[in-house]
Every structure is written in C-alpha cells, then in structure tokens.
C-alpha cells in the first residue's frame, strides 16, 4: 500500500486524512511552532497543515494531496463514528502491550481494525462521544506501554512510511474498528493520576565518570528548556560513551531520572533519549 492508497482507503472508511512529512524528501514538511524543518530529526510524523482544520474526506483532493511524496495523517478528532461515537486510538509501543495492559487489568484484549506500526500497532476504536478523552492513559498508566489518542490527535496512517522503511499497514482492510470495551473506557476513565511531586533526586548514578555526572546534573537543575537540556544532555552522554568505549547500560536511566526531577513526564523523557540515542548511533 503506497500513502496515496492508503489515505483512499481512509476516506472511502470514514476517516479524514490530512498529508505529514515523507522520509523519503529532502527535508520535513511539517509546519509545528518551533519546529525547523531543516533539522528536523523526528523525520515521517510531522503533520505539513495545521491538521485539526485542514482535513479531507474528498477523495479528489487525497488524490491531488498525495500525488507528492506524503505520508498520511489520520484526524482522530473529525472523525465520527458510528451511533454518536468519537475515534479512541490505542496505540503500542511494542507488539502485545495492550494485551499485556488488558491481562494486568484482568481483562481480554478486543481485536478491531489494526495498522502496524515500525514499533507496535495502533488499534482503532469508537467510543462514546460524550466522553471527554484525550492523550490521559488513566489507570492504564504505569501499565501499557503506549499512547492513547483520541480529540484534538491524529496518528500516521496505513501506507505511510517509517523513517526506518518501515511501512505502516492495515493488519485486515476488512475489519472496521469495533466498540471500545467498558474495561478500556473505565480504565480511561479513571481520574488522572495527580502530578506526581517532583521525585527526590538521587543524584547521579555511582561508578560513572565524572563528564556523565555533570551532564545528569546539568539535567537534573534544569528549570527552563528541560526538554532540549536532556536532549543535548543525552546526545554528549551517548557520544561520551561510545567515544571512550564505556558501556552505555545505565546512561538512559540515569538520563530518565533526571528528566523526571524536573517534572518531565517519563514518556517526554523516553522520547527525547531516544531521539539522542538514535542520533548519535549514527
Ligand atoms: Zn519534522
């Protein structure tokens, strides 16, 4: 399935598309606040309109949008489903970690429409409208290894292509999304779990040299741009590592620890080591 096949397939299902980055293009397309397109490292998830107006449902128009190289954005929150219902996607980080949520809850995972992702799946649903739903994974946290999307969201849709190559696909094309199951609709409905106060920091790991001491703590003090501090924290460190042969087991968590101190939320954190390590791996 190639994008423009895909945002067909969307359209033709219900779901409006709007076109994201390509990895396959010289730079990304995407239009964010702050984000440099020139520089850009997330490449292939960057939506190139502002996505929660600029969508379609216009077959005509996909295929103008997509005749250039674009992955397809799907717009979570335009969507309507069935019997005044609202698109809920569980999306995985890795294969199987809904269903492991769904068992550590003491409940089955219920197979619906599902796009493989390069790391996991997504697996789309229709919820009730009336409830109010949004990026909180409620007492999934802690216990599912994803995201949850859901109103003002969007995810990147089947024939999209991954930075790694990877393509995104349809699992079935003949199976719609079916009804969230009461057991995930509670579990999001769980009230947010309060910020947590910031954890005591406990400084930085023992038995590391001294350049990651002082990039965890350079994190760690972090109270303004928390973000690209771990962020350019975590890049020395990796390249630290790899430069002086010293294995980088630790380092993360180190790194995670830190970000956390400062109010991150772990999934910030993880994202933003990520990308470090990804970069500098190359
Ligand atoms: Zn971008």
């Known amino acids: 399935m190639t994008p423009l096949e895909g945002a067909l397939w969307l359209v033709a299902h219900g779901f409006p598309v709007f076109p994201c980055d390509h990895p396959g293009t010289d730079r990304c397309s995407g239009v964010g606040r702050g984000h440099n397109p ?11 309109v502002p996505f929660t107006r600029a969508y379609t449902s216009d077959p005509q128009q996909v295929r103008q949008t997509f005749a250039r190289p674009r992955n397809v954005g799907v ?12 698109l809920l996607v569980v999306d995985s980080d890795e294969p199987g970690a809904i269903e492991a949520a769904a068992a550590k809850l003491g409940h089955q995972h219920e197979p619906t429409m599902r796009v493989t992702t390069a790391k996991g799946h997504h697996d789309y649903y229709w919820a009730p409208r009336s409830m109010k739903l949004g990026n909180g994974l409620g007492s999934l946290r802690g216990k599912f290894d994803g995201d949850i999307r859901a109103g003002n969201a969007y995810v990147i849709g089947p024939g999209s292509v991954h930075r790694s190559g990877a393509v995104y696909e349809l699992e079935e094309p003949e199976a719609p999304p079916v009804y969230a199951p009461q057991w995930l609709l509670d579990a999001l409905r769980a009230p947010a779990v309060p910020p947590r106060p910031r954890r005591p920091y406990m400084g930085p790991p023992t038995g590391k040299t001294s350049p990651l001491v002082r990039l965890v703590s350079y994190v760690a003090e972090a109270t303004t741009n928390r973000n690209n501090r771990l962020y350019w924290a975590a890049c020395r460190a990796f390249e630290h590592a790899r430069t002086s042969g010293e294995p980088d087991a630790g380092i993360a968590q180190a790194l995670l620890d830190a970000g956390r101190h400062t109010g991150l939320s772990e999934a910030e954190c993880r994202s933003t080591i990520r990308s470090a390590y990804q970069r500098t791996a190359r």
């Open 75 to 86: 717009a979570i929150g335009a969507t309507l489903g069935p019997d005044d219902t609202q």
């Open 38 to 48: 020139a520089t850009c490292e997330e490449r292939g998830k960057h939506p190139a």
